[in-house]
């Protein structure tokens, strides 16, 4: 069973920068993509970037320009670099990732953007 868990999270003011990472207990040839979700208070959960296997990245229009994910391999670890921090970024992180039979989530890290 695959295990994912996420650090990083913390309080920064607006403007600040924070880097999650994710690391998986083991590498499952079966996992076509990791990524990062997040999930505010009231509202759904929501994908904020994905990078697949072949290296192609997804990121979501809030945080593009913002948000950078990349991968190490050899690590079993997947970061989200998050820079020129605001408050709406405000949310509880999760790590995902998908193989074609399952999806796994992390535990989840708070960001908290406030000053």
């Known amino acids: 069973q695959l295990q994912l868990v996420e650090s990083g999270g913390d309080l920064v003011q607006p403007g600040g920068s924070l880097r999650l990472s994710c690391k998986a207990s083991t590498r499952l040839a079966s996992i076509y993509a990791m990524g990062w979700y997040r999930q505010a208070p009231g509202k759904q959960r929501e994908l904020v970037a994905q990078i697949t296997s072949s290296g192609d990245t997804n990121t979501a229009d809030s945080v593009k320009g913002r948000f950078t994910i990349s991968r190490d391999n050899a690590e079993n670890t997947v970061y989200l670099q998050m820079n020129s921090l605001k408050p709406e970024d405000t949310a509880v992180y999760y790590c995902?990732?998908?193989?074609?039979?399952?999806?796994?989530w992390g535990q989840g890290t708070q960001v908290t953007v406030s000053s």
């Open positions: 995902n990732a998908k193989s074609y039979i399952n999806n796994y």
